[in-house]
């Protein structure tokens, strides 16, 4: 990905180590295989690794895929590159990290109100998120750039693909299906349709991140989904 000189992202104009909450990170990597490979090590200095993650944040905005650098991010959150590679393996590891951790806050489904299932109310706001997260987060720009390196790269593709969307999609997939089954309880929803009902709603989203450029019209995503939805019970 090219060198996007945009405006910096700081998230609430504290200092950068502050940004992140020290007590989610443990919990930035999925279980499974691509749980135990990058990021080990001592962590005696949790404010130099948030120091470490939100620098690459910020540097991955200025500077671009290509731009970011082991000796950029040391730099600018202030520690030795000795102390990165402690606790990650590479750049791909640590936008990985920040990837899941920002992702769980802002693709996070709310518990529906009431103690009832989900419904389409919840879904249209997913998608309204998912949205913004990939035109305007500064997460949905790391996302953005492990998937093109992805592309180039066989270990960020396993990391990205059989790590964190696998797991989104298949709690997506469960939410949708639970959305449809509220929709008409009397009709039973395989996850095949919910997941291929995800997909047609979520293509679009990346189609437009990634080779449009601009953001989603609310209005048409609103459209969309009740196409979607009418197809489905026409």
Not at 9 to 20: C, F, L, T
Not at 42 to 69: I, K, M, Q, S, W
Not at 142 to 152: F, P, R, S
Request: charged share 25%; with cysteine.
């Amino acid at each position: 990905m090219g060198a996007d000189h945009g405006p910096r992202h700081r998230r609430d104009g504290r200092p950068a180590a502050a940004r992140k909450d020290s007590s989610a990170i443990a919990a930035t990597r999925p279980a499974g295989p691509a749980a135990e490979q990058p990021s080990s090590g001592p962590r005696r200095n949790e404010a130099a690794r948030l120091a470490v993650l939100n620098a690459t944040d910020d540097l991955l905005v200025e500077r671009g895929f290509e731009g970011l650098t082991i000796e950029g991010i040391a730099a600018r959150a202030g520690v030795a590159k000795q102390t990165i590679y402690r606790w990650w393996k590479s750049k791909v590891d640590i936008l990985y990290d920040n990837l899941v951790l920002d992702a769980g806050e802002a693709l996070a489904w709310p518990e529906p109100a009431g103690g009832t299932g989900y419904t389409v109310t919840e879904l249209r706001g997913y998608l309204h998120r998912f949205a913004a997260f990939l035109a305007e987060a500064p997460a949905g720009r790391v996302l953005q750039a492990l998937v093109g390196h992805a592309q180039l790269d066989a270990r960020t593709a396993e990391l990205l693909h059989d790590g964190f969307l696998r797991e989104l999609r298949a709690r997506d997939t469960e939410r949708v299906r639970a959305c449809l089954a509220e929709l008409d309880p009397r009709t039973a929803v395989a996850d095949e349709e919910a997941a291929a009902l995800l997909d047609t709603l979520l293509a679009p989203l990346y189609y437009r991140a990634l080779l449009v450029r601009g953001p989603a019209d609310p209005a048409e995503l609103d459209r969309q989904l009740d196409q979607a939805l009418r197809a489905r019970t026409a």
